[in-house]
């Protein structure tokens, strides 16, 4: 997997209309967001220490989810372009009520519509998280919300990730 480098850059390319970030001469991560999406349109920022951290955290999480590398490397990056979306209205009726974790940034949690699907959290506020979808969800309005899209919902809608990973060795 791709390791995040001081020589990433995130871009906005009017042409795509996308959020981009540049990881090296050959290749460009084209993200899911417009510019409508976009609070700011970067030109060459460069990737900050702290979104890297943020990479490895989320990438840690992922793990507990059984899903090929290079998807895992997609939500990694799409989550990374959490900083530069407008903020949300929240969507919590589409969802039913979940268990009101204690969710906090980078934990994968589930969403209960009319059918479940698992969500990233992207940020918290004492009584929002705002997620990204890790796939497409039916919600209780019989709305259909697609793979990557970024939504805010009241804590009581989200459910904590109940997963019993493996023991792992060491060397």
Not at 111 to 133: F, H, I, K, S
Not at 143 to 153: A, F, G
Request: aromatic share 8%; hydrophobic share 45%.
């Amino acid at each position: 997997m791709l390791r995040p480098s001081e020589r990433w850059f995130w871009t906005y390319c009017p042409s795509k209309d996308r959020l981009l970030l540049d990881i090296s001469d050959e290749a460009q991560f084209c993200s899911p967001f417009t510019a409508s999406q976009l609070v700011q349109q970067p030109q060459y920022q460069p990737l900050s220490m702290a979104e890297a951290e943020t990479f490895w955290a989320i990438d840690e999480s992922l793990q507990q989810l059984d899903m090929p590398a290079a998807v895992r490397l997609e939500l990694c990056l799409s989550a990374l372009c959490a900083p530069f979306l407008q903020q949300l209205a929240h969507k919590s009726w589409y969802f039913q009520q979940g268990s009101q974790c204690n969710a906090v940034q980078s934990d994968v949690v589930i969403l209960r519509g009319l059918t479940n699907q698992y969500a990233l959290v992207l940020a918290t506020e004492p009584d929002c998280v705002t997620c990204l979808l890790l796939g497409e969800i039916n919600t209780l309005a019989g709305k259909t919300l697609p793979r990557l899209q970024v939504i805010r919902v009241l804590r009581n809608r989200v459910s904590a990730l109940d997963v019993v990973l493996p023991y792992r060795h060491s060397a």
